[in-house]
């Protein structure tokens, strides 16, 4: 359990069925700290941008339901794929496809954490003209689509609950865009309160050897944030 408002996993952790070849996944230390710290055994975890599914692989093993969410059927079958281990729970781990902007299929103030990592805009595409694939959109559609996104978490969150959100700065033309706090905003937006910022240090970022031999005039961006938010 981290204690402090900086975190940094050097070796991002390889137990159960967990590993990084699915690009932009988040380090399952992560949404490990998130659950054990703000959520309790049979309790109910939503993570609205499944990915490769480790949040909810982290949900079986820490005895907590969990329903997983993404819009992409490739994400879905490999969700699955790590799902299918055996664990001594008796707890459900459901996978529908769906859209993080409406989750109608989710009652109003039903779950007990949220512990999400959206793409970001533009940057790692997860299809090639998927609608409603948030991470082919620019930054200005990105953020009025983040807002939808933040709205329905606000619904269907319990009140006095946390929502967690992974989300990274990027770069245009050499200056920053700064993603992760207009996202912080949306939420904010959303009626959200901020209990935490988390730092995240960046560890094997697969584009870090390539800018380290160009000649640059900036920083290498190498953290991240972990907004908290509170109902």
Known sequence: MESTTVWSFPER????????????????YIPRNIILRYSQPNEWILDQFLG??????????????????????????LSN???????????????????A?????????????ICTHPPYADIINY??????????LGVD??????NNVAREAYRILKKGRVCAVMMGDIRNKGCV?????????????????TKEIVIKEQHNCKSTKFWK??????LLLAHEYIFIFIK
């Open 52 to 77: 490769s599914g480790t949040t909810l692989v982290e949900a079986k093993l820490l005895d907590r339901n969990a329903i997983g969410v993404d819009i992409n059927e490739q994400s879905i079958l």
């Open 213 to 218: 031999k160009q000649h640059i005039s900036f």
């Open 127 to 136: 299809s090639q003209s998927l609608d409603g694939d948030l991470s082919l």
């Open 141 to 146: 559609e990105f953020i009025h689509q983040m």
């Open 81 to 99: 794929q790590n799902l299918n281990f055996q664990c001594n729970t008796k707890t459900q781990q459901i996978i529908k496809k769906g859209d």
């Open 101 to 113: 902007r409406n989750l109608s299929f989710i009652t109003n103030e039903s779950m007990d954490l």
């Open 177 to 193: 865009v700064p993603l992760g706090f207009q996202v912080m905003n949306c939420f904010l937006n959303a009626k959200f309160k």
């Open 13 to 28: 952790g390889d137990w159960a069925t967990h590993c990084g070849v699915y690009r932009g996944n988040w380090s399952p």
